[in-house]
């Protein structure tokens, strides 16, 4: 019975124990962790980012990634949307009795490639175990901790009219690489998740330049999601052009295909910049030289007029409101 | 359709954003939440204590909690055993699609009620809405992070030979108020969970003695698992006295009449704390004037001899040794 979850491994007893030791500690394994106390306990000073996602993902393996890398990438991104530096993560696994262990091997493994890519140490984590059919397969839930310089001023409520949209490139792959894997939608595309941690980009944009003034990830709801909070959270307008937004032609296609809008499509490692005019062409340049910016535009700009409201200019010179999505594209795509 | 949850409360979408205003933002509301950006940023300086812990308890509604009560707790005990005072907390929420409106909001009022009462803020969160069936009706992550002063030294590494064990008060109140409520197995008991935010006991057990070494709640696994991980942490033997180890009658009853030994049964408002002998009564007298610590007494004490084990004497003379429990008493405790 070694290579299925058990209940037992959430029962706090001997077997969580040594899943505790024998995985947790043996892939994970840094001075904080090691300790095993009921809360990790390390030095910080000055202004603190602290966030957390459930990651839920279906399939948990995809093109370009699985739900280990994903739920890394996801909180690390969103403490770098608040210019932070990404330093400790906790991890919360929720598993199904029955859960194969290879495959929680393998999500670890990819956790710990991740975290270690983007510079940030497990540091503490919890593991439940609930009967079958009480969960699908793994929910993990990522938080974090980071730290904000002083200088650093990046909120989604300091967009202003002349400010700058920049994206860091295609939009989409993540929802239609997940989606070609679906039971029932299954089609051939050579297409991958773009699931990355962007802590450096961030570091890099705000090493460089005082004038980034928000930024976020568009995951769920897509860039449609994320434009709609900066209008709304700053109370301006924002105008994008739908011919300067870079979409690779299999989603392109897949979008057609299916009837989506690549706006609507998740993505797990792609950023939305507000930043000051004067610095937008400067930024671009020092996006599109990290591995994770090379296709970085500027899509839009802040306009004062239709407050609250997201205005796309289409290729065919008409205007049209971009809404956020009242419905649900694809189920948990995150 | 406004009654229950559905797949687009998680879409990213107009749903979403809607629950996070109407209801997230509503019911907690305070300054570092309402900004509503990627991460939440405040000011922090020295020793952070930082922890996470899934909450998958069934069912979500027992005796003296709810799901929503336990995850604050929870949390926030896990920061106290690290001597840590609670201040902020993440919230992340998996919900089941069809989950009933009216228990969450139960639910959220019921984890407002008990941050405030600990002090500590909902600062930053995240919501996922999993198809019907890929859940058991909701699954909350709470993670925290909390301030530890310089001179607080609170480790399971920390026990030696001499020190005392001491604990808050009965044994077993959560698992078997849970277990009564429980399909198949229901029976009468006015016993309720001893769910409860220890902070404030902790804080003012530090505040009056440098000498508590080692804090735990013994939550899955019990009394048993603790005193197991202190004795393997720390590398000493620990022995403990049947006769002072306080139990409700209800749950004395309970564990006979089901074959359970207390010792393995969950707590969820308790703590076991290790201390300098000399510091010992003074303690039990601090921790008596609390209304969470009522009934704490000195069960045992850590002992040079048989190192990692823990050892009862009985009250029938014996000895006897605790080990860790090796199968699943009760699944999905918390």
Do not use: W
């Not at 009795?97 to 393998?106: C, Q, R, S, Y």
């Not at 709801?221 to 300067?244: Q, Y």
């Not at 057609?256 to 939305?272: I, Q």
């Not at 910016?293 to 971009?322: C, D, F, N, Q, Y």
Request: aromatic share 4%; glycine share 8%.
């Amino acid at each position: 019975m070694d290579d299925k979850i058990l209940l037992a491994h959430g029962s706090g007893g001997r077997l969580s124990h040594d899943l505790i030791r024998k995985q947790m500690v043996k892939t994970f394994s840094n001075p904080v962790l090691n300790k095993l106390d009921d809360s990790a306990v390390f030095e910080l000073h000055g202004r603190i980012a602290f966030t957390t996602d459930s990651y839920v993902v279906s399939p948990i393996f995809f093109p370009g990634g699985d739900i280990g890398k994903l739920a890394v990438c996801g909180t690390v991104n969103d403490l770098s949307m608040s210019g932070a530096v990404p330093m400790y993560l906790a991890l919360s696994l929720i598993l199904e009795e029955g859960f194969p262990m290879t495959d929680l091997e393998t999500i670890l493994q990819s956790i710990e490639k991740t975290s270690r890519e983007a510079g940030a140490f497990i540091v503490t984590g919890d593991t439940k175990v609930v009967n079958k059919g009480c969960a699908d397969k793994i929910f993990i839930t990522t938080s974090g901790v980071g730290i904000v310089s002083e200088k650093t001023d990046i909120s989604s409520a300091n967009c202003k009219p002349g400010d700058k949209i920049l994206l860091s490139g295609t939009i989409g792959d993540h929802g239609i690489a997940l989606m070609s894997r679906r039971e029932g939608i299954r089609f051939e595309t050579s297409l991958q998740s773009d699931c990355a941690p962007l802590n450096r980009l961030v570091q890099e944009m705000v090493a460089s330049s005082d004038l980034v003034k928000a930024l976020r990830d568009p995951t769920r709801g897509g860039l449609a999601a994320t434009l709609n909070e900066f209008a709304e959270n700053s109370r301006v307008g924002i105008r994008i052009h739908e011919d300067r937004i870079p979409i690779h032609p299999e989603v392109h296609a897949a979008c057609e295909l299916m009837g989506f809008d690549p706006l609507y499509v998740a993505n797990e490692g792609k950023l939305v910049a507000v930043v000051s005019a004067q610095d937008a062409e400067n930024l671009i340049r020092i996006m599109q030289e990290n591995r994770y910016g090379a296709k970085s535009s500027i899509i839009g700009e802040v306009v004062a007029e239709h407050p609250g409201k997201v205005v796309m200019k289409t290729t065919l010179g008409t205007s049209r409101i971009v809404d956020m999505i009242t419905g649900e594209l694809l189920p948990r795509i995150c």
